[in-house]
């Protein structure tokens, strides 16, 4: 039974975050059926609505997939977003300058961006590891680098025929993009990456010697460094490993998300630190976390029907959703969260 109630913890701040909504939307005069109503029907109402929020939620899931990997190491990849954007203009630059076939496009606009998350993801490593940056300090920094180059190349190298423009940059060529599913966002090939990520993680952190000497350095990394395991090269790879899927989901957002196809601002849509949230609620466990990364999809995207059929403000879905963070950290188990050795060092 005890057990299970360990097992079972990560719902307490799920239904407390639940129940201080409905007091707020009561606060508000709102009825919290009708609410949560309306945020289902907003992420499931109709076929493209579903396929939308599944097509939210798999950019989501890589970004995620690949922070449980720098978790397991106990590093806090705090600049994933600035990863994703730099994943979303590698992928641009094949798609505006290389002309092929539809499947050789895809394939190499996926190994950009891969390469390009994976490099900026790897320059906050080696600033940690020679130059002792942290990697929160160093990530922050390379995520405003990425939106200036974001902004630079929109209204400068790749600004659109009908001139310079902040908003975007020139429309992508239809052989460049990710095939669709009917009118909505959702890719199958995209769906794969995101299911082949989650199994591909699941099965390194369980079942490999590469899993176990992450979770070695994260867990101890002087006891890690007795035992022969480097701590800056398995830093370098595993920070390198977590920005190669946060590009690929850089790829996703900016070869399928927009009716007008094309690099923008705010490419990475905050999604880089929603993953952040979803793997701290999941308690780093790869088999629940795209679950809950389903959940925040769900609310998110729903969220925006609260704003049209209640007149109710559509950031709701984002304090439930933070909340259920809040919560975590406040209640829950702190040794899960931020690793045994951080806890000990708090209390000393």
């Known amino acids: 039974m005890s057990n299970f109630l360990k097992r079972s913890w990560i719902f307490v701040p799920i239904l407390g975050a639940l129940a201080i909504i409905v007091v707020l939307l009561l606060m508000a005069g709102a009825d919290p059926l009708e609410a949560l109503g309306a945020i289902i029907n907003g992420a499931f109402g109709t076929q493209k609505k579903f396929l939308d929020t599944t097509a939210f939620w798999i950019p989501l899931l890589l970004a995620s997939t690949g922070l449980l990997v ?66 929160i300090f160093g990530g922050l920094a390379l995520t405003n680098l990425a939106i200036i180059l974001t902004n630079y190349l929109i209204s400068g190298p790749w600004t659109p025929p009908e001139g310079g423009s902040f908003r975007g940059s020139e429309e992508f060529p239809a052989a460049s993009l990710l095939p669709l599913l009917s009118d909505s966002k959702f890719s199958i090939v995209a769906f794969l990456l995101g299911v082949t990520a989650v ?73 880089g630190y929603l993953a952040l949230m979803v793997v701290m609620l999941a308690a780093f466990r790869v088999i629940i976390m795209p679950f809950i990364a389903y959940f925040f999809s769900v609310v998110l995207k729903g969220g925006i029907s609260l704003e049209v059929n209640l007149q109710l403000d559509s950031s709701i879905g984002g304090i439930l959703t933070g909340l259920m963070v809040l919560l975590v950290l406040l209640f829950g188990d702190r040794t899960k969260i931020f690793g045994q050795k951080q806890v000990e060092n708090n209390h000393e």
């Open 199 to 271: 199994v591909l993680v699941w099965y390194i952190l369980g079942n490999t010697f590469w899993g176990l000497k992450l979770k070695a350095l994260g867990k101890n990394p002087y006891s890690a460094f007795l035992l022969g395991v480097s701590s800056e090269k398995e830093t370098i790879f595993a920070m390198a490993f977590c920005g190669a899927l946060a590009g690929l989901g850089g790829a996703v957002r900016v070869l399928s998300w927009f009716d007008k196809p094309s690099l923008r601002q705010s490419i990475s849509g905050g999604i």
């Open 70 to 135: 720098t978790f397991a190491a106990g590093l806090w990849n705090i600049g994933i977003e600035g990863q994703i954007v730099m994943g979303a203009i590698a992928a641009s630059a094949v798609a505006l300058h290389v002309k092929a076939p539809q499947p050789v496009m895809i394939l190499l606009e996926v190994l950009a961006a891969m390469a390009g998350g994976a490099l900026w993801a790897a320059i906050a490593a080696v600033l940690k590891t020679r130059g002792k940056v942290n990697e």
